[in-house]
């Protein structure tokens, strides 16, 4: 069974950086592109990046554009994200998501493309 775990969340300063990575199980890793979304308490969960299944395209929100980048290492079934000069409105539980680079003309991130979600990682920017 396709499984998606996050880690690397934690409490953190703002302006500091953070590195969560999101391993999965099963052969199908290849074919997925994975996204990154969020969900800050009282909010509704956003998409924040996404990567194609080669490594290529990417895509970022505007939030995060300059300070996020997100990486996959196809020989670990592993993607990346990359948090630098984190604000505290980046406080939320991250999660991981594989599924289709495109969905009804929208490229990822976009929930209704997902087919498989993680747990999620909680990130606290916090002085």
């Known amino acids: 069974q396709f499984q998606l775990v996050e880690s690397g969340g934690g409490l953190v300063q703002p302006g500091g950086s953070l590195r969560l990575s999101c391993e999965a199980s099963?052969?199908?890793?290849?074919?997925?592109?994975i996204s990154w979304f969020r969900q800050a308490p009282g909010k509704e969960r956003e998409g924040v990046t996404c990567?194609?299944?080669?490594?290529?395209?990417?895509n970022y929100v505007d939030s995060v554009k300059g300070r996020f980048t997100i990486s996959r290492d196809n020989a670990k079934n592993t993607a990346y994200l990359q948090m630098d000069s984190l604000k505290p409105e980046d406080t939320a539980v991250y999660y991981c998501?594989?599924?289709?680079?495109?969905?009804?003309?929208?490229?990822?991130?976009?929930?209704?493309?997902?087919?498989?979600w993680g747990k999620g990682t909680t990130v606290t920017v916090s002085a």
């Open positions: 099963g052969s199908s890793w290849p074919y997925y592109a």
């Open positions: 990567i194609g299944p080669n490594g290529s395209p990417t």
């Open positions: 998501a594989a599924g289709s680079l495109y969905w009804r003309g929208q490229v990822c991130p976009v929930s209704g493309g997902v087919e498989f």
